[in-house]
T-cell receptor, first 116, second 114 residues
């Protein structure tokens, strides 16, 4: 069974600085998808960035980028120029490539605080 | 476009009661999934439906059931409520329910069991 591990329960960053959130996963599949979701106090899950495992290039979305290390099964999120609005719970998630479902497997989350 | 909508947003039930949560997917999306998020944890997959057929089921007891209607909206039912069922219930929709679909979440229904 696939698992997702986030070893940092809480992180803190100064406004305008850079922070990296860690995620590791375990799977025997060769093709899959990885995601970072943001959950602010409103509790709605917001997709931040996605990575297809078959793509070697790391995904980037504005100030958000990932470091995808397939062999190490590592998928970290880097937030550059942190803003107060980035404060939220961040979840790493895995989804298999094939099969009949699009079930997401989530980690336990990292609570990010942004200090002014 | 309207996003994923869920109702009710908050509700309080007594142990042993039954609850029905509702979800309307994004227009054009045919797949709906349900997740349970207990405080301090990541969401856990409960069900996925596509074209009114169950596509997947997570490790939840038979007290949990769901269905999808012809307009692709969905209901999640939980019978014989336990205190441990208190959680945020998230609905998610996607176009086909497979492969590289992007999954969009609603704001959730907060269930408190007392």
């Amino acid at each position: 069974a696939q698992t997702v591990t986030q070893s940092q329960p809480e992180m803190s960053v100064q406004e305008a600085e850079t922070v990296t959130l860690s995620c590791t996963y375990d799977t025997s599949e060769s093709d899959y998808y990885l995601f970072w979701y943001k959950q602010p106090p409103s509790r709605q899950m917001i997709l931040v960035i996605r990575q297809e495992a078959y793509k070697q290039q790391n995904a980037t979305e504005n100030r958000f980028s990932v470091n995808f290390q397939k062999a190490a099964k590592s998928f970290s999120l880097k937030i550059s120029d942190s803003q107060l609005g980035d404060a939220a719970m961040y979840f790493c998630a895995y989804k298999g490539y094939g099969g009949a479902t699009n079930k997401l497997i989530f980690g336990t989350g990292t609570l990010l605080a942004v200090q002014p | 476009d309207t996003g994923v909508t869920q109702s009710p947003t908050h509700l309080i039930k007594t142990r042993g009661q039954q609850v029905t949560l509702r979800c309307s997917p994004i227009s054009g999306h045919k797949s709906v999934s349900w997740y349970q998020q207990v405080l301090g944890q990541g969401p856990q997959f409960i069900f996925q439906y596509y074209e009114k057929e169950e596509r997947g089921r997570g490790n939840f007891p038979d007290r949990f059931s769901a269905r999808q209607f012809p307009n692709y909206s969905s209901e999640l039912n939980v019978n014989a409520l336990l205190l441990g069922d208190s959680a945020l219930y998230l609905c998610a929709s996607s176009f086909s329910g497979q492969g590289g679909d992007t999954i969009y979440f609603g704001e959730g229904s907060w269930l408190t069991v007392v």
